[in-house]
């Protein structure tokens, strides 16, 4: 039976972690913390209403989702602004309200994924530093909820729901498609495998057919903005020193394929298998902004990961944008260059959430270490025995002595 106290628990602490947030990022702090939330107030198109993908003056760099909900901050915003003390105000407490209501329903999720797996929830997951320093920074934070409500759902063997969150979840950033393998290799049958994957791409791409419709120019402005934009706290830059490096994009590309394919290889169980497909993505993607350690927070808390390689990840992520606006930019350097502080943050979390994927993987039985000494043609350690005392407390070796 699920506990509802912990529930509760888990709610609060979710909404203190975002709420705190709210107030980092707000003017109502000094000095407040940068959020892409606010600088995106800077773009004429968001501060006057304009709907996004609508033309080429609105272009959001984001997928649909992503621009509903940045659409309706402003519009909500704009009609409430009288009461909130201004347009700026309102499209800010709306984004704000709205991650709070994701904030309760990720709680919520992850802890009906805890109760399905038997795991017993630690509300304090809700307070990792990327909650606080990130909930209310980009869209993330809704990111983070489909990811959870499609594994939740499929634990749950509601599959059609889960397929649904997770089309959803593609509509607002692209990353949990890599997630998609891994659901399709869990069914049982073709026919579930179809079924489950035409549900998640019919369910994403509804996102899209409208801005294809009125503004299909958007797609090759999409790819053009992307194709263009340098390495963003990638390990990788300080082997390629420069981050406008081109050809360290398909560095990171391979790795990525190379990554996944092991892990789709991999007989672990579900939530595992997935923390550690999307933390290969971060670890191969030229673009490893900090807020993307959200979607991670859900699946570390149903884990129950208690690693220092955790809490350092987490750490160092924080650092990055705390220690970002200390680095000058110039046309041939900035926070983005190696041997600034916000990349020795960015390198020094790598290297973390590497450790910590491993520290996973070895928890299912794929050690990484044995796997260099199977390969290297070197005996495995003996497993761990159990004592004479240890195992004469064990159920079995009770029932055997009665």
Same mark, same amino acid.
């Given at each position: ?146 990811? %959870? &409500?499609?594994?939740? =759902?499929?634990? !749950? ?6 397929? @649904?969150?997770?089309? $959803?979840?593609? /509509? ?5 498609? %890599? &997630?998609?393998?891994? =659901?399709?290799? !869990? ?6 495998? @179809?079924?489950?994957? $035409?549900?998640? /791409? ?201």
């Amino acid at each position: 039976m699920l506990d509802r106290r912990l529930l509760v628990a888990c709610i609060s602490s979710s909404l203190a972690g975002i709420l705190l947030s709210v107030f980092l990022h707000s003017n109502w702090s000094s000095p407040n913390l940068y959020s892409d939330i606010s600088s995106f107030w800077g773009r004429s198109w968001v501060a006057s209403g304009q709907v996004p993908y609508s033309s080429s003056a609105s272009f959001l760099e984001y997928p649909p989702v992503s621009g509903i909900v940045l659409y309706a901050s402003r519009a909500i915003g704009g009609a409430i602004s009288g009461a909130v003390g201004g347009v700026y105000s309102g499209y800010y407490t709306v984004f704000s309200v709205m991650s709070l209501g994701a904030a309760v329903v990720i709680a919520w999720s992850t802890w009906r994924l805890a109760g399905d797996l038997g795991v017993k929830l630690n509300p304090v997951y809700f307070l990792l530093p990327s909650m606080i320093i990130y909930g209310i920074y980009n869209f993330d934070l809704f990111n983070a909820l489909f990811i %959870v &409500l499609c594994l939740q =759902f499929f634990v !749950e063997k509601r599959r059609g729901w889960s397929a @649904v969150f997770l089309g $959803v979840a593609m /509509a607002t950033k692209f990353v949990a498609a %890599v &997630l998609i393998p891994i =659901f399709l290799l !869990e069914l049982a049958t073709t026919k579930d495998r @179809v079924r489950y994957f $035409v549900t998640s /791409a019919v369910v994403a791409g509804a996102f899209f057919v409208p801005i294809a419709i009125y503004n299909f120019g958007y797609f090759s402005q999409f790819i053009s903005y992307y194709s263009t934009w340098g390495m963003e706290d990638a390990w990788y830059v300080w082997i390629f020193g420069n981050p406008l490096y081109s050809p360290a994009k398909a560095f990171g590309f391979v790795l990525l394929v190379l990554l996944l394919v092991r892990v789709y290889t991999l007989k672990m169980p579900l939530v595992q298998r997935s923390f550690i497909a999307l933390s290969a993505y971060l670890l191969t993607t030229y673009i490893y902004a900090p807020q993307f350690n959200l979607m991670l927070v859900p699946l570390v808390a149903v884990l129950a990961i208690n690693s220092p390689s955790l809490y350092l990840m987490e750490t160092f992520n924080a650092l990055i944008i705390l220690t970002w606006f200390t680095v000058p930019q110039t046309p041939t350097s900035g926070p983005t260059y190696p041997w600034t502080l916000p990349q020795a943050m960015a390198l020094l979390r790598s290297a973390s959430l590497a450790v910590l994927s491993l520290s996973v993987a070895a928890g299912s039985g794929h050690s990484f270490v044995n796997w260099i000494r199977v390969k290297a043609g070197l005996p495995l350690p003996p497993p761990p025995q159990t004592t004479l005392d240890q195992s004469a407390s064990s159920p079995a070796a009770r029932e055997l002595s009665s």
